[in-house]
């Protein structure tokens, strides 16, 4: 197991621990000023999962079709990198189905908290995404590496950031 | 199907959608929604709304 693998893993674990804390946290403001989704919220998250699910589903069954098929065709991705991708497509969707759907925050929430925790995360992401574009570690020998994790998140959160920016702009004209 | 009698009441009680959310204990997009008939209240819900604009369900959610 070399450094790099070695990081990772305590990156996600650190990810893992600090989910769970603000998860703790957040349950025990929930009681306190009953913060929390209305019924419609809760329909609309129920379709972003369905949709989010669905695609992850897809892709699936796109690679054990891949994998089936003798296409002659490399994907020019590590297995490691190929399973981030898969993995943050469908949460990126969920996001911003429930961000377009007002299904993201409570109705409680003021949404300055969340700006600012994902203009974090993807300030945190994207500067070692361009460090490893601008090193050259992302792709080696034609293949997309594992290095390229920060920059896919980054994107993920990005696009998350957007649809964020651009709701609220709706919200404000619409009112 | 538009629900114009929720903001005629709301606007009778001179109240936006964000009191009456508030009041309700949703969001104002939520509001938005019922009154533009883009989502369908659960009667838990329609029962909020006439207690806090003083109405009865006939009034607000029965169609002729």
Redesign the interface.
């Known amino acids: 197991m070399n450094d790099y693998t070695l990081g990772y893993i305590c990156g996600i674990l650190a990810v893992l621990l600090i989910a769970v804390v603000i998860r703790l946290i957040f349950r025990k403001k929930k009681m306190d000023c009953?913060e929390g989704f209305?019924?419609?919220?809760l329909?609309e998250r129920g379709n972003a999962y369905k949709l989010g699910f669905t695609t992850f589903m897809i892709e699936f069954a796109i690679y054990i079709l891949y994998t089936l098929g003798d296409f002659g065709y490399e994907i020019p991705v590590e297995p490691a990198a190929l399973a981030s991708i898969a993995l943050f497509i469908p949460v990126t969707i969920f996001c911003v189905y429930a961000v377009r759907h007002?299904a993201f925050m409570g109705?409680n929430a003021t949404g300055k908290s969340f700006y600012w925790l994902y203009i974090l995360a993807f300030v945190l992401n994207i500067i070692p995404g361009i460090m490893s574009i601008c090193d050259g570690s992302i792709i080696e020998n034609g293949v997309l590496t594992l290095h390229s994790t920060n920059l896919i998140v980054a994107i993920m959160f990005g696009g998350i950031l957007l649809a964020l920016y651009v709701k609220n702009k709706e919200?404000k004209e619409?009112e | 199907m538009k629900n114009l009698r929720i903001k005629s009441a709301r606007a009778a009680k001179d109240m936006s959608q964000e009191a009456l959310a508030q009041a309700v204990g949703v969001s104002r997009q939520t509001i938005n929604a019922i009154e533009k008939g883009d989502y369908n209240p659960t009667i838990k819900l329609c029962l909020a709304i006439c207690r806090a604009l003083d109405k009865t369900l006939d009034d607000l959610f029965w169609e002729e």
């Not at chain 1, 209305?38 to 919220?41: G, I, L, M, T, V």
């Open positions: 009953k209305d019924e419609r919220q329909f007002d109705y919200d619409e």
